[in-house]
T-cell receptor
Framework: GQNIDQPTEMTATEGAIVQINCTYQ??????LFWYQQHAGEAPTFLSY????GLEEKGRFSSFLSRSKGYSYLLLKELQMKDSASYLC????????????FGQGTELSVKP | EPEVTQTPSHQVTQMGQEVILRCVPI?????FYWYRQILGQKVEFLVS????????KSEIFDDQFSVERPDGSNFTLKIRSTKLEDSAMYFC?????????FGPGTRLTVL
């Protein structure tokens, strides 16, 4: 089966750092994505990891450990506009390249 | 940045009616997808399309659903006889390389 787990919700303070974890069990693995989704809008791409290690992009970093089936998204210098749902998604590596999504983590940034 | 577009943004229909949701993928992309997201739930894969044929479909994508690429630009999802449980946000996505680009979505409400 395919299973992707992430916390349902998190709260953090403006200016702080927050880490959103994701664990996955899928029939295959060809990469892990993080997307941001504001309410009523489309998911927007944040990061992609296919090899173990940390990928940094501005205030956002994403880490992958394939042996542990684990990833995290790190958001630094939080801003109010970072309040959104953060979606962890895996592409299992079949020909079509579909994405399997987790439930999403609703992040609330407080002043 | 190039965008995926979708029309309409909101569709209201009566149960049992047919609906067609339209998408214009990014012009040089080769892989096309439909996903749905029921309110408050995770994004779910419906179907992937490549080289003018379906490459994979999920259990959700039953005989009531069909997809078509009628010309070089449009990609449509048809639901033949809508049910109440088809009410959801439907996202189209396209890709050429690794990253999937999502359209803004069509909110389908079945009454």
């Amino acid at each position: 089966g395919q299973n992707i787990d992430q916390p349902t919700e998190m709260t953090a303070t403006e200016g702080a750092i927050v880490q959103i974890n994701c664990t996955y069990q899928t029939s295959g693995f060809n990469g892990l994505f993080w997307y941001q989704q504001h309410a009523g809008e489309a998911p927007t791409f944040l990061s992609y990891n296919v090899l173990d290690g940390l990928e940094e992009k501005g205030r956002f970093s994403s880490f992958l450990s394939r042996s542990k089936g684990y990833s995290y998204l790190l958001l630094k210098e939080l801003q109010m506009k970072d309040s959104a749902s953060y979606l962890c998604a895996v592409t299992p590596g079949d020909q079509g390249g579909k994405l399997i999504f987790g439930q999403g983590t609703e992040l609330s940034v407080k002043p | 940045e190039p965008e995926v577009t979708q029309t309409p943004s909101h569709q209201v229909t009566q149960m049992g009616q047919e609906v067609i949701l339209r998408c214009v993928p990014i012009s040089n992309h080769l892989y096309f997808y439909w996903y749905r997201q029921i309110l408050g739930q995770k994004v779910e894969f419906l179907v992937s399309f490549y080289n003018n044929e379906i490459s994979e479909k999920s259990e959700i994508f039953d005989d009531q659903f069909s997809v078509e690429r009628p010309d070089g630009s449009n990609f449509t999802l048809k639901i033949r006889s809508t049910k109440l449980e088809d009410s959801a946000m439907y996202f189209c996505a396209s890709r050429r390389g690794t990253r999937q680009y999502f359209g803004p979505g069509t909110r389908l409400t079945v009454l």
